[in-house]
C-alpha cells in the first residue's frame, strides 16, 4: 500500500477560485449574485469575476420568484439559501460517485458517440431524507439530504424555448461555451465533450441544479479491461448500483492520494474545526469486513458479480466505453 494513501479528513467545501479548503480561520462566503459559488476572499471572487459573471447573472435570474415559491412550499427546506446549502454540498460530498454515475449511465445507453449525437443532458431526480441520528460520536451531525430517485437522458434541443426546462436552457448557451472550452484545455486530446447534469429535487417543481461533467476518450492504445466470463452489461449495472448505493446509504465515495487507479473507497463526513470533512472508512476495498458498517452490507448483497473485487468493478466499469 502506498504511504501516500491516508485517512485524514479532507473537506467538503473550497473556494470555488483557488481551491482553499473551509477552516475555522478561512471561512467560505457565498457570491451575493447567485448565492451559489463560495469564496475565501475578496480577492478570490474579484480574480474569478471575469469567468464568475456569465453564470452568476444566469443563475440570479433562476433564484427569481419562481425558485422562491417553489421552495417556500417544500416542507424540507426553510429558505432558498437552504435549499442552495443542501444541494450544493449534497453535490461536492458525493462528487466521484456522481461523476461516476454519468459515465457509467453513457456507456450503458449507447457510449460516448451517443451521448454526442444528438447531445444529451442527463437529468437527476433526487428525492429529499430528513438528517438521521449520527452513528457514530466524531460523525458530523447531519443536514437534510437526498436520496437518488430516477435518472433519463434528454435530448438538448429538446428543451430549448420551455420556460421550465433546467435552469432555462436558452440563457445557459454563453455558460456551456465558456466552460467548454475551459474543460478542452485540461486534455485537448481526449475531450470530446460535457456532458451537463440537471439535478432536480422531488416537490420543488421548477428549480434546478447545473453541473458540467467533462468526458474523455480512452487512449488509443488502452483495450477494453479484461473481465472474463462476466457480462458486460451487468458488470456496469453493478457499478451503476454501488455509485448509487453509497450516496442513499451516505457513504460518499473518493478517491485516496497516492492512488495508482480511477477507484474510490467509502467514508463518513466527521466534524473539523471550521466545518464538516471527509474521512475514509478504510483505504483499501480489501479491509472491508461484513457487518462493521450495515449501509455497506446492504449495498453489496445486491450486487450480482460477487466474485469480482470492488475495486477492480470499479475500474472496469469507468475504463468501458460502450457495450
Known sequence: MSSLLTTRPSALRECDHCDAPQSAKRPLRRCGGCIQTMYCSKNCQKAAWP?????????????????????SQSSSFPSITAYCDCISIFVETHDWALKAIARVAITLEGGIDWFLNPPKVLCICLSP???QPVE??????????????????????DLAGKPRSPNN???Q???LAEQE????RIDPDHYVGSLPVCFSVVGVVGVHHLRLYPQFRRPSNVSDPAIGDLDKETLL???FMLFAGSIDFSYPLRELEGGSRPIAVPGRVVRTRGGRSWQAIFTDWSEYRRGIHGGLDTILDLLCTTNMRLDDLMAA??????I
Not at 469567468?51 to 421552495?71: D, F, M, P, T, Y
Not at 472550452?181 to 478542452?184: G, L
Not at 466499469?317 to 460502450?322: G, V
Open 317 to 322: 466499469a469507468l475504463a468501458f466505453e460502450c
Open 169 to 171: 436552457w436558452d440563457r
Open 129 to 131: 431524507e430528513d438528517p
Open 173 to 175: 448557451a454563453p455558460v
Open 51 to 71: 469567468q464568475h459573471k456569465i453564470l452568476c447573472r444566469a443563475n440570479a435570474r433562476l433564484w427569481g420568484e419562481q425558485a422562491v415559491s417553489a421552495i
Open 181 to 184: 472550452e475551459r474543460f478542452r
Open 136 to 157: 457514530n460520536a466524531g460523525e458530523s451531525s447531519r443536514m437534510p439530504t437526498f436520496k437518488f430517485h430516477s435518472q433519463k437522458f434528454v435530448i438538448s434541443e
Open 237 to 239: 449495472e453493478d457499478a
